[in-house]
């Protein structure tokens, strides 16, 4: 068992509440354990499915003559640049798609496009005036997922008013041509509205667009939820039940180890403290002139610091004593000087002196006469044999 004076004179002073703390803890600590065990933790994860609109116009235009590149009748899509000659009218196609990416199916709702020209007068970069002209306004049906609407735009009759305007402001601003698109659509998960513009670009030999129209927009929905059940985490588990069998188990050493006697525990922390100025010995009973009993035994420690003499413990007197110039400074727990003379004896619990004394009590008492001490010199001259009491304690 640990010998610790510290944990000792703890457990003599909280030895009960430190037990039922433990025996508390280690027993909470089990209930969790099995509780962690037998109901496994439940989560709900919400599900999502995801709606895709999705706008591009296509463009188009119809060669009217025949020329060195194509022939009349062909018909250019999606061209990065159309001759204005060749084919001075563009078809421009807004297409919308509706479809459920989560399993690939098209999407049924109402859908709304608008195609604009806009001229754009321009100082500094700031606008300070604007004319519009509508190419497309029209609501499709929707068929499989998919809204498409047409439109043409006479392209020379466009440059010509931009020249115009470009001569009407002459050193006033620019002139800049832009085709604009807003698509508005509700389906019966979402609603939402698309906007995108780009330059279009018209010299006197050709026209095209700056950049693509198109535009996208995914819409998350929910879709229900997933509850998932798994086992608790394996630490958590294993800490909780290495914490209750440590309590149980330390609640077990403490109620061992415990009673204990908190002053004698009190006493071997101050011994274990003051070692370096305790040494053992044997104190005769006649040492010193004068016998000055204190208190504690730091008072005697503090009696060997001042005087720079040592402690000596006497265990068979159970005595801490400091001599000085004949006087002995010193502390017991059975009392006085001549109190710790004899060893303490437990004579309790001994059955053969018990035995002995049943023998010796049922013996008859003998009288004066029958024990015949005339005539024995036993009992003479009790001072005979012992020259001081010195004499008298060895042979005790």
């Not at 499709?140 to 020249?163: H, K, L």
């Not at 698109?181 to 330059?199: A, F, I, K």
């Amino acid at each position: 068992m640990i010998d610790n004076p510290r944990l000792d004179l703890l457990l003599a002073e909280y030895g009960r509440p430190i037990t039922i703390a433990l025996v508390v803890i280690g027993a909470l600590a089990l209930l969790a354990t099995g509780w962690a065990v037998a109901s496994p933790s439940t989560s709900t994860t919400p599900q999502y499915g995801e709606e895709r609109v999705s706008t591009e116009v296509q463009t188009s235009a119809v060669v009217v003559q025949n020329g060195s590149l194509w022939n009349e009748g062909d018909r250019l899509e999606n061209s990065q640049v159309y001759m204005l000659n060749a084919s001075p009218e563009l078809t421009v196609e807004p297409e919308t798609r509706l479809v459920d990416e989560t399993d690939g199916t098209p999407v049924d709702g109402e859908v709304s496009h608008e195609l604009l020209l806009r001229f754009d007068a321009t100082r500094d970069g700031q606008s300070f005036w604007n004319e519009t002209h509508t190419i497309i306004a029209d609501s499709p049906s929707v068929d499989d997922g998919v809204a498409t609407s047409a439109g043409t735009i006479d392209v020379e009759s466009y440059r010509e008013r931009q020249r115009h305007l470009e001569r009407e402001l002459s050193g006033v601003g620019s002139i800049d041509l832009e085709l604009a698109l807003r698509v508005e659509y509700e389906t019966e998960r979402s609603t939402g509205t698309q906007r995108e513009s780009t330059t279009f670009q018209v010299t006197n030999d050709a026209y095209w667009l700056e950049e693509s129209l198109s535009a996208s927009d995914p819409n998350s929905y929910r879709t229900g939820t997933v509850e998932t059940t798994e086992s608790r985490n394996p630490a958590t588990i294993a800490g909780l039940s290495l914490l209750g069998t440590l309590s149980l188990a330390g609640a077990a050493f403490v109620s061992r180890r415990a009673p204990v006697d908190e002053e004698a525990a009190r006493r071997a922390v101050h011994e274990q403290r003051y070692a370096e100025w305790i040494s053992r010995g044997s104190i005769p009973m006649w040492i010193g002139d004068y016998h000055v009993s204190l208190d504690t035994l730091e008072d005697v420690v503090d009696v060997a610091i001042d005087t720079n003499e040592r402690v000596v413990n006497d265990k068979q007197r159970g005595l801490f004593a400091v001599v000085n110039d004949g006087v002995v400074y010193y502390y017991s727990e059975r009392g006085l000087w001549e109190e710790t003379a004899w060893p303490e004896m437990n004579l309790g619990d001994q059955p053969e002196q018990a035995e002995q004394s049943e023998i010796v009590d049922a013996q008859p008492m003998l009288s004066p006469d029958d024990m015949e001490l005339e005539g024995s010199d036993e009992f003479e001259a009790p001072d005979e044999g012992f020259d001081n009491d010195e004499d008298v304690w060895r042979q005790l």
